[in-house]
């Protein structure tokens, strides 16, 4: 039953459908009572719920606790939620004894004392008008790796695609408090222990208690063996018109999947479907379509007709976007990328500005994100990038000069203090967002007039934005060239004009920031500006390119002293 469902019914039970005599008596039955513990072992199962008349809570117990005889142990509980573990102590020749106490004792069943409570009801009186809440056992938590997510209000974990899933959710609405957890985590958690689940219940039903108790009583058993739910039903007054029913007792719920399958979840080996790419089969020398299942690809080592892990399959372009436009997600490095939490990609690009992957690393991707992947599929138009040839396959070292890593080595690198120690700090990074970081900073891989805008933005936030303004104009005071009329960038040319830099120098460093704050100051930030014309991949990685020397140009002027404060 979903979580909807759960609480929709716990707030219609309280009050009988209808108000007449044959719906009140069908109400005391608690046959509704009964479908609601049958329907609610799958999805999100009730764990913990205590509401104005309905009380559940749930423990695990070792299977082995569970003899021939349980169910007349198990109808003596007689507890309520823990509120976790404690401490006392006892005399023993007239000294005090400390000892810990477990979060379930003396429940009034042998088979439930010292049993694995899953939620807790702790209290903290007096702390922001929330004296109780509810808390997870962290020993199911950690098993489970789930953790406490605010803003779903439940305990979650990542799936295969990086997605925050609710995995235990805790609801607090007018007075009912109701927790759950998923089935399939419940019972993976119950075969790793070797356990079952008992949930204990009592349903009290009345449209008015009596203030003494009525003098007829009428009290049966109820049995459903092979579901495993066993209860006292009470019924108070005439037992044709009833003025009020407890139903109390308790249900086992077992892990009923497949031992062989939980097996190949606690290996990791669980079946999972592959997707199919067209790939360049070096090995055979022809383009093909071939399965991503790693039992269907060759290697260098074992004789075979199949095609090698390592033919890749070549992709448009746009199929990085997806990535760039969710930083908070993923995060795309150079030639790798990387979802949080979940997977990770290898990839490059070729000189015609296709995405290449290897077809060993897509077996890798979960199979939704394969078929992602598949849509942007196509057959090459050149080879694997020559970068990838040589570290991939020649095994060599990547020394080809990439404007773009070269850049970010020397933003990370950009020194604070010139050579003799003097503090220098002329450009350090800016607090940026993740969505306009070092790491978010890439190539403009497609023709999309988005994907240039967001990476000039974030490139003018990181060097523009990095500009020390403070520093620049204090260093213009000590110069005599403060001009308060200027920016960072013209007050930084001024500077290095009064330092008598060479004219060409000073347009080398600062033609290429000029040019960058233009582009995100009246084409990107304000509507109506036209991009330069052309292919603006090629636009921006020579954008990129002429940054990247202006920045290591000028980090080397730091270091020399010939902008540090008080120098001549």
Sequence with gaps: MRLKDIIDYLR???????????????????????????????NDVPIYISGRNFFLYSLIVPLKK????????????????????????????????PFLSEPM?????????????????????????????????????????????EEKHAWCKLNELGEIVPIAYWVEQDGL????????????????????????????????????????????????????????RTLLGDPYNPIASIFRGFQIIRCKKPRAELLLK?????????????????KHGTIREWT????????????????????PAFFKPDVLLRYRQDPSRYKVHDRWIECKGAWSLRYDINAEGQVHVYICDLSHLPYQEQLYWKAFNEPPKAGISLRAFKTDFEGEWDEFYDPLQSLKETLRKFPQQDEKGNLCPIWKMPQVPETRDLTFLGYVVTESRKEWEDQILALAQILVEGLNASYINKLAEARGCRDE???????LARILEYAALPSDEIKFIIEPLN??????????????????????????????????????????????????????
């Design 12 to 42: 219609h039970q309280e009050v009988p459908v209808v108000s007449s005599q044959d719906a009140l008596r069908t109400w005391h039955t608690h046959e509704d009572s009964l479908k609601f513990l049958l329907f609610t072992t799958d």
């Design 66 to 97: 569970l003899g021939a005889n349980y169910v007349e142990d198990l109808l003596k509980w007689n507890s309520t939620a823990s509120s976790g573990y404690g401490y006392g102590y006892s005399y023993s020749k007239s000294e005090p004894m």
């Design 105 to 149: 004792e003396h429940t009034g069943s042998k088979i439930l004392d010292d049993s694995l409570p899953v939620f807790f009801l702790r209290y903290f009186p007096g702390y922001k008008n929330r004296e109780a809440y509810v808390e997870i056992n962290q020993r199911i938590s950690h098993v489970l790796d789930i953790h406490w997510v």
């Design 177 to 232: 408090i109701l927790c759950t957890l998923q089935k399939e985590e419940l019972e993976f958690y119950l075969f790793l222990a070797n356990a079952c689940l008992v949930r204990v219940f009592d349903v009290s039903r009345s449209l008015a208690w009596a203030a003494t108790a009525p003098e007829n009583r009428q009290d049966d058993l109820y049995k459903d063996e092979q579901n495993e739910i066993y209860a006292r």
């Design 266 to 282: 606690l290996k990791g080996e669980e079946p999972r479907a592959y997707a199919s790419f067209i790939i360049w089969d070096w």
């Design 292 to 311: 991503s299942d790693p039992k269907k690809l060759g290697n260098y080592f074992v004789e075979s007709d199949l095609p090698f892990g390592t033919s």
């Design 485 to 491: 009329k200027l920016g960072s960038i013209k007050q």
């Design 515 to 568: 040019e960058l704050w233009y582009l995100r100051s009246a084409i990107v930030a304000h509507a109506g500006g036209n991009p330069p014309r052309g292919d603006l991949r090629q636009h921006f990685r020579s954008l990129v390119e002429k940054c990247d020397l202006a920045m290591r140009k000028l980090s080397e002027l730091v270091k020399t002293g010939c902008l540090s404060y008080g120098s001549d």
